[in-house]
């Protein structure tokens, strides 16, 4: 930063190629040692719970490769994750919380199988897009009222997202017990959908239903969208500085509002895709925990929708792990969910860390 | 250096960003009761050197002596402890609270912890503000505040505490030349009371006015400390820019420096650099009819305006900061919607029309708040380039944009402009301010403008950076581009402007055709004075 | 009337969970740290509450622990986003979920999988004398329990810090404008860390409550949003403690209302009637957003040494 009045040189770049190698360097690092500090502390939790720590550390890793039906149940578990993920990540773009996963994911699923029971004797080809369709839709316009409400309203999207989930749990709740109930389940469910609305398996045994490759599609859709479309910069740039977008002709709060919708259409397809391929109906409780597994995945692939397929593999391992875990050395599933929020701090600690190393360095 | 324990002495300050150093072992040494100009251009340490004796900065070498006795300021309560106080550029109030509140923020109050008793401050207030000049109300809200008085309560802040030297950063900046000179006078009653003022400026005409002594920084060092009897302004200026005029100093740093008085000396500077003008004999290349607009808070800002400009012609805009420039250049640029009013570019009304229209009716804005309405800070030079033009067939391919392209692009402007950036792909918030507005102008340049809006673009700009701005503003006139140059800088404005108006509480209030400016007149027309309300 | 004085003593209590949790959030808040874990502090607030209750024999220590376990998390929160400087949402995000799960893994740990879930006794109310004995106003309001009292004592004196005490003015700065309150010597980070602590060890406490007034059992699904819920609150209330206590009458009313249309059954599906809270905090918040006053720094991290602008 000199001052002279001496004319400027455009700067050399000095070897861009070494600091994106560093940068790189750093990246994996961080990642491998926030995973082994939090497996660390984890064995310290289980140890102190009074369970062999080995044991359950290895039947978390190997469960998913050891056999192929561990294999299938975990890309299995990867396509809700995933989608959640994106669901989570994409408003995020915009500088948007979505925290609505999950009721874009049940009203999704109350799309699907509405289509997959009312027109039950349609062929597979016509009936299974319309499922899905349908779960893309119900999605959307359930995280279109939070969009709603925040373009209009200017009311918070994390809250809004998130009361709206409350209201989804009783809306599956009253159409799995009023509208199309299965009264021998036991537990609220609907009636299964017709073999047209279900997803057709491939390879095996098991098989692997073919909302994996569906998946698939998505996350390259999704990546060419958001890197090489101008719709997909605009919402960037949009996250990146709101104020200069909009002196710049962008309609910011109409692209953040459809980051919104974007990300309910993905959430309400993960719901469809769990009728069609998974349980044959809507059930309460299908949610599982993905909202959660799809935030934390969102953020530990900070931006980076190319990584968020990649992180989103580690995080279904860890859960195919977990049950096998309880059942193996007995430490209840719950502790993988708290390895896997130290994963996340750890990884933002790192971020701490190499700040400081920076400045100290330079 | 006669006294023997001068008021404050600075020796050997070292500040480091990064890998920017901003202080190289930086000298300051003030008397008691002066005024001491701190002096240099932007990005010379000024602000950073009295941030670090304020400790909002931690010095990463370097003694600070206080009356002759070293002391340790590692944050702002060492500071007001050890006497200093400090008036920062952007004031540091509470919006919500009243003056009085904002003032003994942070002071021990009498009576009881459990109730607070404003009542004895409140007096005290009332006192200092009459003691030395500083009129405000004690129990007015600060966000309804003009700029003005705001700035006399941050100085009662100071003066509340009871310093021994009060820092002011560049406290003219958005003041009328009657406030300057009440500042100014108010100034001299602290120093009269014992006080030791340091005036943080770029401008040498100022120290030249208020100052006992001043210190000349440059590249984060003292370059020389000087009485005001023994220099004068241009010895300054050559000091400033690390050369003699004789060299032939480039017209930005006669601009910015303020010493060129004269107005025909400054149209002859400005016309002997650079190549005639075509006349503006084509008028109504823009017209503005009837414009009102509304701030914000939905208080008319803009209260009619109307003008007509032609290819090539640079406007003028002078004014005291929040009588309606924002809100007029948003309208103008098509970011802000009018109550009321037409917008002709080139015979098109465009009001009404989404932003989108106006860029590509080829409407360029330069905003005033380059870091909040300019630049993505997260993203790369290419993408901050892009920005606007994402959807113009330039850089599609197949609906996709080619990054390729637009990498190529960005790599042509950094060269252009003189972008010192890592290439494309570097991101601009890493960049300092001089080459954001580059990245900024390369931007608005690119669409070939009919229209330039152009807000206080060379605020905070190094003089080369300045003299650059005024080049590419040159160059766009001479391609037949009408400029609106909406700037505090009346230097700059009488330098670079065809035509000259004034703004007043959202109205033009006086009009000067160029060589014709009175700068008294001028600035009596932006304070307002004489307009009937 | 007698309905009506039977409806507000229920509604008081139902208050109690809202007013602790959003005067917590309200803290942090308004000395600029947002804390959006709050769900997850309250299970785990529930989870530890009752759980040593029950092994302790007193609720006291309970809520006490409780208060304890969530300030930590608190104090967590407190210094990586006042110290380091992370992304108060992201970590806030994280610590939900990592409550959550211990919260889980505490009461499976100690309870396992039982039939019969265990028990502890639920808090006695204590009638304040002679008050308690005015008739209609003693039921309604002198004859709760000790938090009933507790939270809205605390509600006043934390108005009366904020806006009568120069301390109050301080810590208001911090999530005003950091940078002046800096300026003047006002130790900001240590008072958001402090704020950040506290708010979450009320949030704890809201929790600690819900096992201890209703059934004097724990279950997973027991906050109910009522986290995410006391965050809306807080915007509804534009962060300031005097207008939380009308905010949270409405949101216990509507919870009692709920409850007592499912139990009489109004004709309707119980499931429509339960959306109710969650549905009129949306329309709520449709109409108050806009103007609803927030702290102006609040959920952003100051950094003294990030260069100045301007």
């Not at chain 1, 995020?92 to 027109?119: C, D, H, P, S, Y």
């Not at chain 2, 809200?141 to 820092?167: C, F, H, M, N, S």
């Not at chain 2, 400054?266 to 009837?290: C, F, I, M, N, Q």
């Not at chain 3, 917590?24 to 874990?37: C, E, K, Y």
């Amino acid at each position: 930063m000199s001052v002279q009045t001496t004319e400027p040189t455009p700067s050399p770049a000095p070897v861009p190629a070494e600091k994106k190698a560093n940068g790189l360097l750093w990246m994996a690092g961080s990642y491998v040692f926030s995973v082994l500090a939090a497996f660390v502390v984890g064995a310290i939790i289980i140890v102190a719970l009074g369970y062999d720590p080995v044991r359950a550390i290895e039947s978390i890793l190997t469960t998913s490769f050891s056999t192929s039906f561990g294999m299938v149940e975990t890309l299995h578990k990867w396509v809700p994750i995933v989608l959640c993920a994106y669901a989570f990540a994409i408003p995020l773009a915009t500088g948007k919380f979505n925290i609505g996963a999950e009721g874009q994911l049940l009203v999704g699923a109350t799309g699907g199988v509405a289509m997959g029971i009312l027109l039950s004797d349609l062929p597979l080809l016509l009936l299974l897009p319309m499922v899905l369709i349908a779960g893309v839709l119900a999605g959307a316009v359930w995280a279109g009222i939070a969009a709603v409400l925040m373009v209009k309203f200017g009311v918070n999207e994390i809250l809004s997202t998130v009361l709206l989930n409350f209201v989804s749990f009783q809306l599956i709740d009253y159409v799995a017990s009023h509208v199309w109930p299965d009264a021998g389940a036991g537990h609220p469910a609907t009636v299964p959908v017709g073999d047209g609305a279900r997803l057709p398996g491939i390879g095996g045994p098991p098989p692997i239903h073919l909302g994996v490759v569906l998946t698939l599609v998505v996350c390259v859709a999704v990546w060419l969208w958001v890197r090489r479309t101008p719709s997909g910069f605009e919402m960037r740039a949009v996250g990146a500085n709101p104020r200069a977008s909009l002196v710049h002709g962008l309609r910011t709060s109409r692209l953040a509002g459809l980051g919104i919708v974007v990300g309910g259409g993905i959430g309400g397809l993960a719901g469809a895709i769990e009728v069609a391929g998974v349980h044959g109906k809507m059930l309460e409780g299908m949610q599982s925990n993905f909202l959660i597994l799809g935030i934390i995945v969102g953020l530990m692939a900070r931006g980076s929708m190319a990584a968020i397929p990649v992180v989103a593999f580690g995080i279904a391992v860890l859960e195919v792990g977990a049950s096998s875990m309880q059942r193996t050395a007995q430490v209840p599933v719950e502790l993988v969910l708290i390895v896997q929020a130290l994963i996340l701090l750890f990884l933002l600690l790192s971020d701490v860390v190499r700040r400081r190393f920076e400045r100290r360095v330079r | 250096m006669s006294q023997s324990a001068p008021r404050l002495a600075m020796r050997g300050i070292v500040k480091e960003f990064g890998p920017v150093r901003a202080l190289d072992h930086a000298e300051l040494e003030v008397a008691p009761r002066e005024i001491h100009g701190l002096l240099g251009g932007n990005g010379a340490g000024k602000t950073t050197l009295m941030n670090v004796l304020y400790g909002l900065y931690r010095a990463d070498a370097g003694s600070i002596a206080i009356d002759g006795t070293e002391v340790s300021i590692a944050s702002p309560k060492d500071a007001i402890d050890a006497g200093v106080g400090m008036v920062h550029q952007s004031f540091l109030q509470i919006d919500s609270y009243t003056v009085t509140e904002n003032i003994v923020l942070g002071t021990k109050l009498p009576g009881p912890a459990w109730r607070l008793d404003l009542s004895d401050p409140r007096e005290q207030v009332a006192e200092l503000s009459s003691r030395f000049g500083l009129h405000v109300d004690p129990d007015a809200i600060v966000e309804d505040l003009p700029v003005g008085v705001r700035q006399r309560v941050e100085i009662l802040k100071a003066l509340y505490r009871g310093v021994g030297t009060l820092i002011l950063d560049e406290p003219t900046t958005n003041l009328t030349p009657g406030e300057v000179d009440e500042l100014f006078g108010s100034m001299r009653t602290m120093v009269d009371e014992g006080l030791s003022v340091i005036l943080i400026t770029h401008k040498i005409r100022e120290t030249m006015a208020a100052c006992d002594r001043m210190t000349v920084m440059r590249d984060g060092q003292r370059i020389a400390t000087v009485r005001r009897e023994e220099t004068d302004a241009e010895a300054l200026a050559g000091i400033m820019v690390g050369r003699d005029l004789d060299d032939g100093v480039p017209e930005a740093a006669v601009i910015a420096t303020g010493v060129v008085e004269d107005v025909e000396d400054v149209a002859e500077v400005v016309e002997s650099a650079e190549p005639l003008r075509p006349d503006p004999v084509d008028s109504g290349a823009v017209r503005v009819e009837g414009l009102r607009v509304r701030n914000d808070h939905g208080v008319e800002a803009v209260r009619g305006l109307s003008l007509s400009m032609g290819r090539g012609e640079i406007l003028g805009v002078a004014g005291v900061a929040g009588n309606g420039q924002v809100e007029f250049a948003e309208a103008i640029a098509g970011v802000r919607q009018p109550e009321t009013g037409h917008v002709w570019i080139r015979g098109t009304d465009l009001v009404g029309r989404p932003t989108r229209e106006w860029l590509a009716a080829k409407v360029a804005y330069v905003p005033e708040d380059r870091d909040g309405d300019g630049v993505l800070p997260t993203m790369t030079v290419a993408e901050n380039l892009v920005l606007g033009s994402q959807r113009s067939s330039d850089i599609r391919r197949a609906g996709l944009i080619d990054w390729k392209e637009a990498r190529q692009k960005a790599a042509e402007a950094i060269a252009t402009y003189s972008i010192r950036a890592n290439g494309p792909n570097a991101l601009a918030g890493d960049l300092s301010g001089g080459n954001i507005q580059r990245v900024i102008l390369a931007r608005a340049f690119a669409h070939e403008p009919s229209l330039l809006i152009l807000h206080n673009p060379t605020r905070g700009l190094d003089l080369r950076s300045t003299q650059f701005v005024y080049e590419q503003v040159h160059a766009a006139t001479a391609a037949g581009c009408s400029v609106l140059l909406l700037s505090e800088d009346l230097d700059e404005l009488v330098a670079l402007s065809d035509r000259l108006v004034t703004i007043y509480n959202g109205e033009f209030v006086g009009e000067w055709a160029r060589g014709a400016v009175d700068q008294v007149a001028v600035g009596q027309s932006m304070a307002g004075v004489g307009v009937e309300r | 009337m007698n309905e009506i004085a039977e409806f507000v003593a229920l509604v008081l209590p139902a208050m109690v969970p809202f007013v602790l949790a959003a005067q917590g959030t309200v803290l942090s808040g308004r000395a600029g740290v947002f804390n959006v874990s709050q769900e997850g502090l309250m299970v785990l607030g529930a989870a530890v509450g009752f759980l040593v209750s029950y092994s302790v024999g007193s609720n006291a220590v309970g809520v006490f622990v409780a208060a304890a376990v969530a300030g930590l998390f608190g104090l967590i929160l407190g210094v990586m986003t006042t110290n380091w400087r992370l992304d108060q949402f992201i970590v806030g995000l994280a610590l939900y979920f990592a409550a959550l799960g211990l919260a889980s893994l505490l009461y499976r740990v100690a309870v396992g999988t039982t039939l019969e879930p265990p028990l502890i006794p639920t808090l006695e109310s204590y009638p304040i004398p002679l008050l308690s004995k005015i008739p209609y106003l003693g039921e309604m309001f002198f004859d709760h329990d000790l938090l009933v009292y507790t939270a809205f004592v605390l509600s006043g004196l934390l108005f009366w810090f904020m806006y009568r005490t120069n301390a109050g003015l301080r810590f208001r700065a911090c999530g005003e404008n950091p940078r002046s309150a800096d300026s003047l010597g006002v130790n900001v980070a240590r008072t958001r860390i402090v704020a950040s602590v506290l708010g979450a060890a009320l949030v704890g406490v809201a929790g600690a409550y819900l096992p201890m007034v209703y059934t004097g059992t724990f279950t997973e699904g027991m906050v109910a949003g009522r986290g995410w819920l006391v965050i809306a609150l807080a915007f509804l209330g534009g962060w300031r403690p005097q207008y939380i206590l009308a905010g949270a009458a409405f949101f216990a009313g509507m919870e009692v209302l709920a409850l007592r249309a499912q139990v009489a059954g109004v004709g309707i599906p119980h499931q429509f009637v339960l959306m109710l809270p969650y549905v009129a905090t949306l329309v709520v918040m449709m109409f108050a957003f806009r103007w609803a006053r927030q702290p102006r720094f609040l959920g952003q991290n100051y950094d003294r040494e990030s260069r100045l602008a301007g």
